[in-house]
């Protein structure tokens, strides 16, 4: 199994860091330091995160680090903020809190249904024809909408709920396999299937650390994410990248 994935022009491994919890204190801070030097590919935030705190928080930690994994975050959750405005606005907020100058991956958090996909991926394009955003991705949609906001912007990356007991967007999954789009698994530890435990004893592992080679066996191109504030959960989550499934584990858990 391929331990790494490349999106855009940077190949990093392929387990990242869910920070919806993140809050701003000096521990987090240095967790969030901790977690980059244990080998996470990408830290995942968005606008919305503990109002701030979690973009604030990532900000800080990685403010004058030369070893950065990429760092994603997100807009335009809540009906009526994929406008131009008000996305725009939190684009620049996001810049602000994380400290930087370009945001590696930027997501449009939800398809809002009071404004066109077009529109808001629109938006998105123009900060990075800007230099302000380097890659695009896009969250909880299906096939019909990453082409039609292909048609505008290359996208990169497409994070929808996937899991063992989540299975609707096998379809996206494959698409974006196909198409070298990174699929970025939210909530992926969730779920379980008969025979998990009896996996994880034979190879010496935790059922989260199966399940997490299941859903990188999946696709060369999932990037999960397990949220967590744990240092140990980081670094077991981090080592789930040497578990290689055999053909029959998989189908079992499939």
């Not at 998105?124 to 380097?134: L, V």
Request: net charge neutral; charged share 20%.
């Amino acid at each position: 199994m391929n331990g790494t994935i490349r999106i855009g022009d940077r190949e990093v491994a392929r387990i990242g860091l869910g920070t919806n919890r993140l809050t701003e204190t000096p521990a987090n801070i240095g967790f969030i330091r901790a977690a980059v030097e244990a080998g996470i590919g990408m830290i995942d935030s968005a606008h919305l995160y503990t109002g701030g705190a979690s973009e604030r928080t990532i900000g800080a930690a990685l403010a004058g680090t030369t070893r950065r994994p990429i760092v994603a975050t997100k807009g335009g959750f809540g009906r009526g903020e994929g406008k131009r405005n008000g996305l725009a606005h939190q684009i620049e907020q996001s810049l602000s809190a994380l400290r930087v100058d370009r945001i590696d991956l930027y997501y449009l958090h939800r398809v809002d249904p009071d404004t066109p996909l077009e529109e808001s991926v629109a938006l998105i394009a123009e900060f990075r024809a800007g230099g302000k955003i380097d890659q695009v991705g896009l969250s909880q949609v299906g096939v019909a909408e990453i082409q039609s906001a292909q048609r505008i912007v290359p996208i990169s990356a497409v994070q929808n709920q996937f899991n063992l007991a989540a299975r609707g967007w096998d379809e996206v999954v494959d698409y974006c396999t196909s198409q070298g789009i990174a699929f970025v698994p939210f909530f992926p530890l969730r779920g379980a299937r008969p025979g998990l435990a009896d996996i994880a004893r034979r190879h010496d592992a935790s059922p989260s650390q199966v399940i997490l080679a299941w859903l990188l066996r999946r696709s060369p191109q999932m990037l999960p994410i397990p949220g967590t504030l744990s240092m140990e959960h980081v670094r077991e989550n981090v080592a789930a990248l040497e578990i290689e499934l055999c053909d029959a584990e998989f189908a079992s858990l499939s």
